[in-house]
């Protein structure tokens, strides 16, 4: 289970709860207007939205027709001038990848989250860009998008082993793929980090309590909630709110 979810919601809850406004959690995919959730959005039943996890077909901009306030967790696709809240990502897989070439590794692939999402667009991004500035010879095959989950670490890191005998870093879009891609590695006989170093993101407990320690990038979970929820306030009450995007920070541990 990926432990972002409860973590920004605990941010949200937090300042909300210290101004007496109650918290609702919706979990359904916003496929069309007529939708439960779509519905229930648009019948004036809620103060105002926070959408945690946004993607390109999000109908978050045809919710905003509805004058709800909104506030999203992540930079939207389209120049409509929504609310958002996000982690620097491209900077942050960024900074990973750099460590990764101090290091001394050449051959360093990524397994991405699900690509119509956001932060793994921009995580791909930042690591794409690390490849070109710092001259990583340029090999096919090296990025495998995965969904967030330990399966997909572990599938991919197999794949990637196999057709890259000469690989020696493995960058994942979150804490979840990396702990299954160091499973792999370990199941294939290898060393982490000796043969193969592994860097994940968030930073998440996953990362604070593994064995050996996951290097990760830091993104401040609860803090992007507690941001989207001070903003959320603000909307509701008709101020003016700023987009906001918060640093990330690389965590060296034992994994790289």
């Not at 648009?42 to 103060?47: I, K, L, S, Y």
């Not at 939205?49 to 709800?68: E, R, T, Y």
């Not at 051959?107 to 710092?134: H, K, S, V």
């Not at 993101?201 to 996951?214: E, I, K, R, T, V």
Request: overall charge negative; aromatic content about 4%; hydrophobic content about 45%.
């Amino acid at each position: 289970q990926d432990p972002f979810w409860g973590a920004i919601t605990n941010g949200i809850s937090r300042v909300l709860m210290e101004h007496e406004m109650q918290t609702l959690l919706l979990v359904a995919p916003l496929e069309k207007l007529d939708s439960p959730v779509a519905q229930y959005l648009q019948r004036g039943e809620v103060d105002g939205a926070i959408f945690l996890q946004l993607h390109k077909d999000s109908l978050i901009k045809l919710l905003a027709k509805q004058n709800l306030p909104l506030v999203v967790n992540g930079t939207p696709h389209t120049s409509n001038p929504f609310s958002y809240v996000d982690s620097d990502n491209a900077g942050g897989a960024f900074a990973a990848v750099r460590h990764l070439v101090e290091k001394g590794r050449k051959t360093i692939a990524m397994i991405t989250g699900d690509l119509d999402n956001t932060a793994a667009e921009q995580r791909l991004d930042g690591y794409l860009a690390a490849c070109q500035e710092l001259g990583l010879p340029k090999v096919k095959g090296l990025v495998a998008e995965g969904d967030w989950s330990r399966e997909a670490g572990i599938q991919h890191a197999q794949n990637l082993m196999q057709k890259h005998p000469d690989l020696d870093a493995i960058f994942c879009s979150n804490d979840v793929m990396a702990l299954g891609a160091i499973a792999a590695i370990l199941e294939a006989g290898k060393s982490v980090p000796e043969d193969i170093a592994v860097i994940g993101f968030d930073d998440s407990y996953l990362a604070q309590n593994s064995h050996p320690g996951l290097t990760s990038v830091r993104q401040d979970i609860v803090g992007l909630g507690m941001e989207a929820a001070n903003m959320i306030l603000a909307l509701v009450h008709g101020d003016e709110v700023h987009s906001e995007i918060l640093p990330c920070e690389l965590v060296i541990r034992e994994t790289a």
